[in-house]
């Protein structure tokens, strides 16, 4: 008895998904989603211009049911769900998806705003009369067939496509690890680059680029970056800009309106109207009044009016940089060729369709030859039937049936089996003189046609120049003039920030602690200035009024700095903490803000002193800081510390017309004292580590420095030691040598308990100076009961340490504006 039980296979998991995988891959990439580079066409809209053709839904006909085609379709050759064959069809149809549509639709087919079509139980469709040109010939044997998915019916591998489809209508899709993007082109450029192909065999990619200047989308619009064009049109991959085709139009009452008549291609227009009217709602720029879709059966237009006194070109600016109004266009020209996918430029794509032209045409000819060598057999047999009729007529009578009669015709008279059965089942009527002149004319006519053919199949250029010719009826038939317009070069979309964002002044706090704000004035005068809404160990670095136009660098101790527009601080009250600076940019633990300095445009010539406690000093130019592309995610680096323990101790900023006339003072804890012009300082890089500051002995380090004017003679030192003693002397008394040197003692050394410099600053008189400790105690420094001491004095007790807290900080408070 034979063992009917399956087979059982121990087979890994890994290699049958394997397996399966690549057997899925293979379907999806050859037999779905990627186009034919001969026709352009994928499998699904193939068989939806065959069936509608076999049906004859032409477009010479009436309309038929889109329900009908599609079940035809599935039925018979796309074993696939109905709603993606109907979504195939529908997008054959639409006209801003296409540059030349292949169905001609009835009914609701969509929209650009992106509205679904109709059902298709509601909408009729049938081929467009181009169409015709892309089935024509199909029924003489010009291309390869295969059986459809059931074996009951052929279907062709590839249509004979009378013109390079697949770069008129372009085509997009996704398959397993292959997409494709190929945009629309012109119809009557792609032709004349064929025929430029057809006549010269060696023509180059930039000859055939002087026909076929770039893309032209349905949608029409601007395109730019003839770069990115070539570079696709030689790789197959390339990256363009396509903006809108836009016009400002002013009106009366100082007003004016940006027209928009051409869109992006496959930009939806419903959600580009959205979002340029949300830029309005969410006041991202000043001026938009109302955002209006005005588009009828006349055309696009979509208006933006705007109010009085308006820069116009400023909000068209920023609506192309932040809306679909311009977008960038990635080609991505992948198709199936040799049953492969491969990435293709011009050059091969339409090589590859003149090579399929040449089978089409040759299969053809050789098509046509045949049947007009059959047919000429006939008509010989005719006519010499016609020249001994009344024989003909008496064999055929004395036959017993038509069988007989054949046979009779072929042994006596030696016709052929097809001539004698013609002969046979010719009717009575054509046996007149009028049938043998046209059986004459006839003959004549299909050995010119034989003729005409053998020298096509024979002769290579006779065969490329009926291409050239069939080539010439369609782009005669069917050219149109271009819709897109193509620029060499992309223009920069400038956006300037007074568009974006009304010029109000405002209150700009910047703490120690990293807490930032801007307050209204009138949120600020509503106020306690010092209620700031800071904790009590935190303080100002920065409290002033400033314009929401300004910039802002905030400097931390850590060498990063923080670029922002002041309108880009949070809006808070002022009685507000405000926001942290950790919650955009990462900041360490122990960092904190050192200075910030507000500017009113980022073209400033001066440059910043900066100088650390391990004893290094630089300049850095203002336009070496300026704020790169990723500002508002990460800080940049104004200068390289060595080690992490290190920490800036001061900036100050100079223009460069000043710098000349700046003294340095730098003072180490151990008292030495230095002055030097500042101009010795060289001006470095934002990643350099500078140069040496002072002399330092092993065991001491940099307490602090300020720098002063030559000619500020009246100007005076304050130092406090960490022992609570303070002194004031005159600038006079630390003479100016060179950069690097030890300097001079300005604290007499003790042999116990010796003072060393908690805090320095420079005084002019006019200011009321504050000790902080820390223990958030505030001692104000009565200038007036300090005599000027000389550099060997260790000053006066103010505080003590123990009882007040350690000093940590100066402040000084203008006593002539109360407000600071």
């Known amino acids: 008895m034979a063992n009917n039980s399956p087979k059982i296979q121990d087979i890994p998991l890994e290699k049958i998904m394997g397996d399966r995988f690549e057997r899925y891959s293979k379907s999806i990439i050859q037999e779905r989603a990627l186009p034919d580079i001969r026709d352009g066409l994928k499998p699904v809209q193939r068989r939806i211009l065959y069936s509608m053709f076999l049906d004859g839904n032409t477009y010479d006909k009436g309309f038929r049911k889109s329900a009908k085609g599609v079940g035809n379709v599935m039925g018979n050759f796309h074993p696939h769900g109905d709603s993606s064959i109907y979504e195939a069809m529908v997008r054959l149809s639409q006209d801003w998806k296409l540059r030349a549509p292949l169905i001609e639709m009835h009914g609701n087919n969509g929209s650009m705003d992106g509205d679904p079509p109709a059902a298709m139980r509601y909408t009729e469709a049938r081929l467009s009369k181009i169409s015709t040109e892309m089935l024509r010939d199909i029924n003489k044997d010009t291309v390869d067939e295969e059986w459809n998915f059931d074996d009951t019916e052929k279907e062709p591998k590839v249509l004979p496509a009378r013109f390079p489809n697949l770069l008129v209508n372009g085509a997009t899709g996704i398959s397993a690890g292959y997409a494709t993007e190929i945009p629309p082109h012109n119809l009557a450029e792609v032709i004349e680059a064929t025929i430029k192909l057809i006549d010269d065999p060696d023509a180059t990619l930039d000859d055939l680029m002087k026909i076929v200047k770039g893309p032209d989308f349905p949608t029409g ?46 930009v939806n227009k419903a959600v580009l109207v959205k979002k340029m009217d949300e830029v309005r709602v969410l006041k991202k720029v000043e001026g938009i009044a109302e955002v209006r879709d005005e588009s009828d059966r006349q055309g696009l237009s979509i208006v933006v009016e705007l109010k009085r006194d308006v820069d116009a070109q400023g909000i068209l600016n920023y609506l192309l940089k932040n809306t679909d109004l311009q977008i960038s266009y990635n080609f991505n020209m992948v198709a199936i060729a040799d049953m492969r996918p491969q990435q ?143 620029e060499a070069k992309v223009a920069e979309i400038e956006v300037d920030t007074r568009v974006m964002v009304a010029s109000e002044d405002v209150r700009v706090l910047v703490s120690h602690d990293g807490y930032v704000k801007r307050s209204s004035l009138r949120s600020y005068q509503a106020s306690d200035p010092s209620d700031n809404g800071l904790k009590d160990e935190d303080y100002p670095i920065l409290d002033v009024e400033a314009n929401t136009l300004n910039h802002i660098f905030i400097f931390t101790d850590k060498g990063n700095l923080i670029y922002r527009q002041i309108f880009e601080l949070d809006d808070n009250r002022w009685k507000d903490t405000g926001s942290h600076l950790s919650q955009d940019i990462g900041l360490a633990n122990d960092e904190s803000i050192l200075k910030a300095f507000v500017f009113e445009s980022l073209k400033n010539d001066g440059t910043f002193v900066m100088g650390t406690d391990d004893n290094y000093v630089k300049q850095v130019s203002f336009e070496d800081l300026l704020p790169g592309r990723t500002y508002k995610s990460r800080a940049s680096r104004y200068i390289k510390l060595k080690a992490s323990t290190d920490n800036v101790i001061n900036i100050e900023y100079f223009p460069t017309s000043v710098a000349e006339n700046k003294l340095m003072y730098v003072f180490t804890t151990h008292s030495y004292a230095s002055a030097f012009p500042l101009s010795e300082i060289p001006i470095v890089g934002s990643k350099a580590v500078g140069v040496k500051f002072v002399s330092l002995k092993s065991d001491d380090e940099i307490a602090g420095y300020f720098i002063e004017d030559k000619n500020n003679t009246d100007d005076r030192i304050a130092l406090l030691t960490q022992r609570g003693s303070y002194k004031q002397m005159k600038l006079s008394e630390i003479p100016i040598t060179s950069r690097a040197r030890r300097g001079v003692l300005t604290l007499r050394e003790l042999k116990t308990s010796p003072h060393r410099i908690k805090l320095v600053t420079d005084i002019t008189g006019k200011e009321q100076l504050v000790v902080v400790t820390d223990t958030n105690n505030e001692l104000i420094i009565d200038q007036k009961g300090h005599q000027d001491a000389d550099r060997y004095s260790n000053g006066s007790f103010i505080l003590d340490p123990e009882t007040d807290g350690i000093p940590v900080r100066f402040e000084k408070k203008d006593i002539t504006n109360p407000e600071s």
């Open 221 to 266: 619009g601007i395109l730019q970056g003839a770069s990115g064009i070539r570079e696709a049109y030689e790789t197959g991959r390339g990256k363009v800009f396509l903006r809108s085709k836009t016009s400002i139009e002013n009106l009366r009452g100082h007003k004016s309106q940006i027209i928009i008549t051409e869109i992006p291609y496959e």
């Open 344 to 486: 293709v430029g011009l050059v091969q794509m339409l090589t590859e369709y003149v090579h399929h032209q040449e089978e089409v045409v040759l299969r053809r000819s050789k098509f046509d030859l045949d049947k007009a060598k059959k047919r000429l057999h006939i008509v010989e047999g005719l006519i010499k039937a016609l020249s001994i009729l009344d024989k003909v007529i008496k064999t055929i009578r004395a036959s017993k049936n038509k069988s007989d009669a054949k046979n009779n015709l072929v042994k006596e008279y030696k016709f052929t089996e097809p001539q004698a059965e013609a002969i046979v089942s010719l009717q009575l009527y054509r046996l007149t003189n009028t049938d043998v002149t046209e059986l004459e004319k006839e003959d004549k006519e299909l050995k010119d046609q034989i003729e005409k053919l053998n020298k096509i199949i024979n002769n290579h250029d006779t065969l490329m120049n009926v291409i050239k010719t069939e080539l010439q009826e369609v782009h005669d038939t069917y050219g149109d003039k271009r819709r897109t317009k193509i």
